[in-house]
């Protein structure tokens, strides 16, 4: 049930009978000179969409939230049209969403993310929401949880890399310029912070190499993670 598109009236009669709500989060921002600046909000959209699906096959409905678009990306931030939200924004800004929701009644917040800046703000977010309201809160960062199962699928997996790109082929092929789809696995043996530190870890947005991204992988990748979440949802809800 996407939330945006009832009115307040059908909402207050709905969320009677419905315990969770999901709300995808996600970032503008540069994911190679082959995927669009929303690649981070689109995953967790189209997992959203076969969830919920999957959820009502099993007569479970949950609502699903209108995605936060904006994250914290510190690292591609001097590439052209990623939005940097501070990490301590973003954290009040979802915690004030939590807050919202768990005063509308919802028991059970699902967090579904699609971007990795985005983890610790959102992990502080909900422990000061978990310790003033009896909720779950659930932070689902799919690429992660499921890196089993998609390394099965996949050769490798990374930012704009084949995982994710494989993913965009299946959700909006007409934006993914496979032409241009190159990079390379880089990693640093400690973390390194320092501005423009994204030239070396992410040449051109990239951190992976997306060659091997075909469409069925991506439509494997959907599958197995609205499968996973529907399964861990359904022990829950
Ligand atoms: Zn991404």
């Not at 089993?148 to 082929?169: F, N, R």
């Not at 241009?180 to 051109?204: H, M, Q, S, T, Y």
């Amino acid at each position: 049930m996407k939330m945006e598109e009832l009115s307040w009236e059908e909402f207050a009669k709905m969320k009677k009978s419905i315990r969770a709500v999901l709300i995808p989060v996600g970032s503008v921002e540069a994911h190679g000179k082959h995927l669009p600046l929303g690649t981070d909000v689109f995953a967790p959209l189209e997992i959203s969409r076969r969830l919920e699906k999957k959820l009502k096959r099993k007569g479970i409905d949950i609502f699903i939230a209108p995605p936060v678009w904006y994250g914290h990306s510190f690292v591609l931030n001097l590439y052209p049209g990623t939005i940097n939200v501070k990490a301590d924004t973003l954290r009040r800004y979802i915690r004030d969403i939590l807050d919202e929701f768990a005063l509308e009644g919802f028991k059970e917040l699902i967090i579904l993310n699609g971007h990795g800046g985005n983890i610790y703000p959102l992990v502080e977010a909900a422990e000061e929401i978990a310790g003033k309201h009896d909720v779950e809160i659930l932070l689902i960062n799919w690429w992660i949880d499921f890196r089993e199962e998609i390394s099965k699928i996949c050769s490798s997996q990374g930012h704009a890399g084949e995982d994710e790109t494989s993913v965009m082929l299946v959700i909006a092929p007409g934006l993914v310029k496979m032409d241009k789809a190159k990079g390379e696995k880089k990693a640093l043996p400690v973390r390194v912070i320092k501005k423009d530190i994204g030239l070396e870890v992410f040449p051109d947005g990239v951190n992976d190499n997306p060659r091997g991204a075909t469409r069925e992988k991506g439509e494997q990748i959907l599958e197995i993670v609205s499968d996973k979440i529907a399964e861990i949802l359904v022990g829950r809800l």
